[in-house]
Nanobody, 121 residues
Framework: VQLQASGGGLVQAGGSLRLSCAAS????????MGWFRQAPGEEREFVAV????????YLPDSVKGRFTISKNFAENTVYLQMNSLKPEDTAVYFC???????????????WGQGTQVTVSS
């Protein structure tokens, strides 16, 4: 299983970015998919998760209302649309897939390499 994250970059506060996570070796229709982020010196933080079918999502309060997670089954890709970005959103963003019957999944088994998001004030 390989997860290729892309779409990061430098954006001003208030701007938007859309991250992509292209999966190979595993069909996203069969697994929950999540996004996490990690800022320098900080612990990894959960950002969003979407269920196998795409019918359910869960996001923490820190990004709820600003971020949206979605699946494109035809492209076997998960997206994270990030709007109203803040400097505190600056981090490396990782996508991951979970092989779990529970939602939100308690653990994730495969991780992508990460993409850098930098929000300037």
């Amino acid at each position: 299983v390989q997860l290729q994250a892309s779409g990061g970059g430098l954006v001003q506060a208030g701007g938007s970015l859309r991250l992509s996570c292209a999966a190979s070796g595993r069909t996203i229709r069969s697994y929950a998919m999540g996004w996490f982020r990690q800022a320098p010196g900080e612990e990894r933080e959960f950002v969003a998760v979407i269920s196998r079918t795409g019918g359910s999502t869960y996001l923490p309060d820190s990004v709820k209302g600003r971020f949206t997670i979605s699946k494109n089954f035809a492209e076997n890709t998960v997206y994270l649309q990030m709007n109203s970005l803040k400097p505190e959103d600056t981090a490396v963003y990782f996508c991951a897939t979970a092989n779990s019957a529970h939602f939100p999944p308690p653990t994730y088994d495969y991780w992508g390499q990460g993409t850098q998001v930098t929000v300037s004030s």
